[in-house]
Every structure is written in C-alpha cells, then in structure tokens.
C-alpha cells in the first residue's frame, strides 16, 4: 500500500485546500510518502478559532443527548474500521499493526466513554446559610479549547482530549502532531460522518506557528498540550500570561522497581513490555529499571537475551515486534543518548550499535544500559526511545530513594511479592500513578491520568476526571 494521502485543514465543518508544501514519510520505509500536507499559520488559527466561537452556542445548549449520539457514533465507525485505521497509524507513525489497531480500538472506546459521560454531567444541590435560600453549582462548558497533540498517540491522544471537551459542550481547535496528522485528519473525518455540526471542530495542520497562535489567540478559552516538557513549558508561560485555563501532559523518567523477592520471568515480561513496547515512545515508559542486588545480575542477563531476540522491523511486518522511531531526530536521539550514557561509564548490555535493514527506515536497536548511577544523564534526560537503563541497589528504601529522585514524577512501577513494599510505594513513590506488578506504561481510559512535579500541570486527564478541565462550576443562589 503506498497511496499518498492529500491532507487539508478543517475549518467550519469543511476541508479546507491548501498548497501542501510538507511531506510525512513513513519511518518503516522512507521511500513512501504516506501524506502530503499543509503548513497552516495565524491566519488559518484565526478562521477556526471564529468558526468554533460561533458554533458554541449552540453546541453548549444542546441536548447532552445530541453530544453523546455524534461520540457514541464516532466510537462505533473507529471500531469498525479499526483495520484500516490502524494500518494508516502504523504507516505514519511506525508502531505495529498490532499496536496500531490496538490504539485504534482504545480511540473508539474513549469515544464511547464519553457519549456515555455526556449525560452524567451534574452538579450539586445545598441548602444556604440564610434560611429559605437554595445553592445550586453546575459544571458548564468552558468555550473554545485549543489542543495540541503528540506524534506518539497520534488518535488515542487526539480522542481522550476531544471526546470530554465534545461531551461537556466545547467547541474545539486541533492542532495535530506535525509528524502525524493523517491519522488525526482520519478521526476529524469521522467525527463529521458521525453528525458533528459544522465549527464545532476545527483542525489546522502544520509546525509550532500553529500551537503558539493556538495558546496566544484570545479567544480561546483553555488550552490542553500534551508533548515535551520543554515545549509544555512555553504552552504554559503563554496561556498563563492571558489568563487562559491550561492543561499540561509531559515527559516522564518512569521508574520500575524490580525487588529481590519478584519472580524473574515476570519481572522480565513487565520490563519488556513497560520499556521497549510503542518502541519506548511512550512518555509513560519504564526507562529506570531499579533492580535490588540478589536479583540483579539474573535480572539484567534474562532480559538482554529477550531484546537479542526481539525483532525489529517494519510496521506492516507481521513477524516485526518493534517498529522503527518516528522520525530520523528521534532516531539519532536514541543513539546520542546512548553515546552519553557510554561515556557517563554505563555498560551496554545489549543493542547500541546502528541498525540497517533491508527496507530504509528510522531503526533502532532495543539498548539496556547497565551500571548506571542516578546522576548520570540517562537516568534524568528523556529519551522516548527503545533505550533503558539499570541501576543496581542495596535495599527497598534504597529503590524508593532513586526511584523519587528525578524531576519527573508520572508512572512509577514496582515487581514484588511483599505485600508491605507493594502498599508502602503506592503511599510514597512520587508520582501520579503506581503500578504494583504491571508495567507502567499502558493505562486505562476510564480513570485518571497524570503526573507530579515537572510531569504534568494542571488537572488530570481521562475518565471521570477529565470534567475538571473541560468544565467550569457556576454556584447559583435563589430564594422563593
Ligand atoms: C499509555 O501508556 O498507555 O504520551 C498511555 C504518552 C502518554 C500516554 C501513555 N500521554 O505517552
């Protein structure tokens, strides 16, 4: 399959032509061009943000019915065509068919989620302090929210954040990966076959241009980023200094503690998995593996021989298990983080040389870094890459102490059998979601997600969460 896609903004319920100067290659086989795109600027922020500021009303004031109807059908067309949406997916972003249709399929569930939250939205009713008075507080659609979206989840990512802002009434501007808008174009799409009104979505395709003139429009009533945390930062300096709500989902140095008492099979399972499944570029990914001394050296010597075996290869191939990066910076990332961790004293235990296949692609070979210290670079600096690192330690107390010492503070995974250790990190790991026994990436859609400390800013995403964001409370008082 190599149909190259003509990509178009979306602006009032229409794709809008455009000249189409970007080209997305496919990071399996960069000979194939997988879409053609625009590079949209101000003055297209402009047109949608008018568009969706005028389809408000409307869409606020409708039956929450209305709202659940387009998401409840959107979910079901994703499902549907979770094939065919996957293997575009997996052609622009390089993740494999499986993980493809399986993000696919996670899109359609949040879709239908959120049809569902549409018609729970509610409020509360008090009695006032004044005697024959009546306090009610309702959660309202904020306006017109702008959202910027990852290359990494390029629709599971774009549905989590549309799909609440949809049910509680929003409007939306988009603004999609630049290395990923075919699959976000693909979802938009869906949304209008689905019945959405016109201008209540609107998509503008293109590079940074288009989130800055997103976070600095005045018009748009909050802003909700998920991608690097340098980038997240100016999203946020932006939005704060015109007073605009603002959601922030970044990086992440997710820790997983591998005790001595752990069983080795699954600890070596859920390493591999938290690691080096999506390629690493998961900002919920276990790029720490904290291991106690007993079990170190077993430890680190089951799971190189795994990665030895894991085979890389293109996306649509079905004997590959990890697909290529992205793109060729996120490639050469991996490789200069790897050179650091080298001349920083960590040991590659296996991968770490350049991997050249037979199709020309962005391939990375699976590294685990061994003997590491919790200074080092590697164990502060996101790779979002097949690259992890361990690091050996004396105690539990000890694997807490690294555990908690970066500037990130998103997932953070433990592998025991002692249930005092399992209870005792839930308290203590600092990060906004723990993971006892299971990887710690890979989570679910209907609770909340989110991190600490430079990981996250603002309020959590996802399930019944996700109203904080996408609503505001008004308090209404009436006496008889
Ligand atoms: C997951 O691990 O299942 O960008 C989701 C990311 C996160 C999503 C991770 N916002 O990697």
């Not at 290659?25 to 625009?38: C, G, I, K, M, Q």
């Not at 949304?191 to 293109?206: F, W, Y």
């Amino acid at each position: 399959m190599t149909d190259t896609l003509e990509l178009s903004h979306w602006i009032n319920g229409e794709k809008v032509s455009a000249d189409r100067p970007g080209q997305g290659l496919n990071p399996s086989d960069t000979r194939e061009v997988v879409a053609r795109t625009p590079d949209g600027g101000v003055a297209e922020v402009d047109q949608a943000v008018a568009a969706a500021k005028a389809a408000f009303e409307s869409w606020s004031e409708a039956s929450p019915e209305v709202r659940s109807d387009v998401l409840d059908r959107a979910g079901t067309l994703v499902m549907e065509r979770r094939e065919q949406l996957g293997r575009l997916l997996s052609r622009e972003e390089g993740k494999t068919l499986p993980e493809g249709i399986g993000e696919t399929v996670r899109a359609g569930r949040i879709l239908k989620y959120f049809a569902g939250e549409a018609l729970r939205l509610h409020g509360q009713n008090l009695a006032s302090t004044r005697p024959g008075v009546e306090i009610q507080t309702y959660r309202q659609a904020v306006g017109v929210v702008g959202l910027i979206t990852p290359w990494n989840f390029p629709i599971a990512i774009p549905a989590w954040k549309m799909a609440p802002a949809l049910a509680f009434g929003n409007t939306v501007v988009i603004k999609p990966a630049g290395l990923t808008p075919a699959t976000a174009e693909a979802l938009v799409a869906i949304l209008h076959e689905a019945g959405l009104p016109k201008g209540v979505v609107n998509m503008i395709i293109g590079r940074g241009g288009v989130g800055q003139a997103i976070v600095d429009h005045k018009d748009i009533d909050a802003v909700s980023f998920t991608g690097s945390q340098s980038v997240g930062a100016g999203v946020a300096a932006g939005a704060v200094a015109r007073q605009a709500r603002v959601q922030l989902e970044m990086g992440g140095k997710n820790p997983l503690i591998v005790l001595d008492d752990a069983d080795l099979e699954r600890a070596v399972a859920i390493a591999l998995d938290g690691s080096f499944f999506a390629t690493g570029q998961r900002c919920t990914a276990s790029s720490r593996l904290i291991v106690q001394d007993g079990i170190h050296d077993k430890f680190v010597a089951a799971l190189a021989e795994k990665l030895k075996a894991l085979k890389v290869g293109p996306a649509l191939d079905p004997t590959s298990q990890m697909g290529p990066a992205v793109s060729e910076a996120q490639m050469e990332t991996s490789y200069r983080y790897i050179d650091i961790a080298k001349n920083e004293g960590g040991r590659i235990a296996v991968g770490g040389e350049r991997l050249t296949l037979e199709t020309p692609g962005w391939y990375v070979q699976p590294t685990l870094i061994a003997d590491t210290a919790p200074d080092m670079k590697i164990n502060n600096e996101e790779v979002f890459g097949p690259v992890a690192s361990t690091l050996r330690v004396k105690s539990y107390e000890e694997a807490l102490a690294v555990a908690n010492g970066v500037e990130f503070g998103l997932s953070a995974g433990i592998v025991t059998s002692s249930l005092k250790h399992a209870r005792d990190f839930q308290r203590r790991a600092r990060a906004g979601m723990t993971m006892v026994n299971l990887p710690t990436a890979g989570v679910d859609y209907h609770v909340p997600f989110g991190g600490t400390k430079k990981s996250s800013y603002g309020a959590r995403e996802q399930g019944f969460a996700a109203q904080e964001f996408f609503t505001q409370t008004k308090t209404s008082y009436s006496a008889g």
